[in-house]
């Protein structure tokens, strides 16, 4: 595990591999851990770096991980400027000047990765947007996400485990592959109320990118899992062709996380890519 200063927090990221920086944003509430299976994958064609996100996994909140009330909140944007920031660094770290980089983002890393492309499209070589949308929440979603930042103290990691698990999987991955289920559960158990508080918060108050989608000209792929009922094949369709310069593909025997029920085919979706690309 390396570890890098972001302003006032310090970022756990696994590093692997050789070529340009690929940084993987997970989803909510997980941690670098939901990438483990890709990196070692994608390690031949890229400089991968599967960091946990400020506030989740080994990386502190940090103080501007607060609202102006002393709230822990987060927002997409603080996120974003923490992953262009880890992204000098590196160029630094590696000796290059102002080398594109690529942002692979996972729901919640999906909203990240928009934000990014809103503020600093021109460090990006590449987009890679998975099992996520360009949508404010809805009024009803918002209250929800609010609701369980002031209760997950009280309510408990361990039980929000056991509650999201079954939405996030295929019914496949459920059957045939118990591993995935138990990295599932250990991986969120692990998670501090104060990061899924501070996250819950800032999810509550995105922006609706939707208008941003016809603008973006970074290379783009959008990517899915088969069976994900939190991000519907349909609706990234949507999104894809809303997207001048998108490519789809999508993850047979898959939910809502990919990298972890069918790494081969997530890794193999974006080398394919990377390499029409390039
Ligand atoms: C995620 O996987 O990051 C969540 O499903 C995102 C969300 O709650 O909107």
Known sequence: MKKFLVDDTTYCATTKGSGPVLLFAHGFPFDGRLFQPVVDRLATR???????????????????????????????????????????????????????????????????????????????????????????????????????????????????????????????????????????????????????????????????LTDLLPTIEVPTLVLGGEDDSLSPPESLDEIASAIPSASRATIPNAGHVPPLENPDAFANAILEWHERIA
């Open 46 to 208: 890229f400089f991968c770096v599967a960091l946990d996100l400020r506030g989740f996994g080994g990386t502190p909140l940090g103080s501007n991980g607060h609202n102006s009330l002393g709230a822990p909140r987060v927002k997409m944007g603080r996120f974003a400027d923490d992953l262009a920031i880890l992204g000098s660094e590196l160029d630094c770290e590696l000796g290059r000047k102002n080398a594109k980089i690529f942002v692979c983002g996972l729901s919640m890393g999906g909203y990240i990765l928009l934000e990014f492309l809103r503020r600093r499209p021109q460090m990006l070589a590449g987009a890679i947007f998975c099992d996520s949308n360009a949508k404010a929440d809805s009024e009803e979603k918002a209250k929800s996400r609010l609701y369980l930042a002031e209760t997950i103290d009280s309510f408990g990691v361990r039980n929000l485990a056991e509650n999201t698990i079954p939405t996030l999987i295929s019914p496949k991955t459920a059957k045939n592959k118990p591993e995935v289920v138990e990295t599932l559960r250990e991986m969120i158990s692990s998670q501090s109320a104060l990061g899924i508080a501070a996250a819950s918060r800032g999810m509550a108050v995105r922006r609706d």
